[in-house]
């Protein structure tokens, strides 16, 4: 079962721009994690935070968590066309077994 | 390097021919877990272990065994494989679950016929 759902499905933006990505998820969580993608290969971990931390910073990357409102955003600043790629949250639930269950994903595209 | 590696990359078959796909990983990672990627449905677990000999279902375990004899090693085992079961296949590892980033294979192909 999908947790998390990200939004917008599909992202096109220009070389230098800010790229936006949220994600929603249902239940209570130990963590969000956040992975990028590119086409048909393996996920590639970005960034992790957990319940207890709203904001996360890593390069050129910053994630915010609000519990309240089951909501995490991902920010890639000054993009660059290497960062066209899928990007997916994924949740840690605090019950139903110890695993990842992802979402379905952004799929962003940064233009020359 | 550390890693996880699958193999085959890509796998063509027919319906009820059994195969296995295999995953390892060189990170002395504890746990370790199997996802299907399909078009508009994200990831998908199929099972997981969380040490040697102890494995679990996943979301979507119907026609798939694994085992995990060694801790670097849990292969996927399709015994009669349908064409409903045509999917990218990722093997993932992580010191210990959801509470640590998890490590992706390459990914394998595979084509049910």
């Known amino acids: 079962s999908q947790q998390g759902e990200e939004d917008p499905q599909a992202l096109s933006i220009q070389e230098g721009e800010n790229a936006t990505m949220n994600c929603s998820y249902k239940?209570?969580?130990?963590?969000l994690q956040w992975y990028r993608q590119n086409s048909g290969r393996g996920l590639v971990h970005l960034i992790l935070?957990?319940?207890?931390?709203r904001e996360k910073h890593s390069g050129r990357l910053r994630v915010t968590l609000d519990t309240s409102k089951k909501s995490s955003s991902l920010l890639i600043t000054a993009s660059r066309a290497a960062d066209t790629a899928s990007y997916f949250c994924?949740?840690?639930?605090?019950?139903?077994?110890?695993?990842?269950?992802f979402g379905t994903g952004t799929q962003l595209k940064v233009e020359l | 390097e550390a890693q996880v590696t699958q193999n085959p990359r890509y796998l063509i078959t027919v319906t009820g021919k059994k195969l296995t796909v295999t995953c390892s990983q060189n990170?002395?990672?504890?746990?370790m877990s199997w996802y299907r990627q399909d078009p508009g449905l994200g990831l998908r677990q199929i099972y997981y272990?969380?040490?040697?000999?102890?494995?679990d279902k996943g979301d979507v375990p119907e026609g798939y065994k694994v085992s995990r004899k060694e801790k670097r090693n849990f292969p996927l085992i399709l015994e009669s494989p349908s064409p409903n079961q045509t999917s990218l296949y990722f093997c993932?590892?992580?010191?210990?679950?959801?509470?640590?980033?998890?490590?992706f294979g390459s990914g394998t192909r595979l084509t049910v016929v």
């Open positions: 993932a590892s992580s010191p210990g679950g959801q509470n640590y980033g998890y490590t």
């Open positions: 239940t209570s969580i130990n963590n």
């Open positions: 935070i957990r319940s207890n931390e």
């Open positions: 994924a949740t840690g639930s605090t019950g139903g077994g110890n695993k990842l269950t």
């Open positions: 990170m002395n990672h504890e746990y």
């Open positions: 272990s969380m040490n040697v000999e102890v494995t």
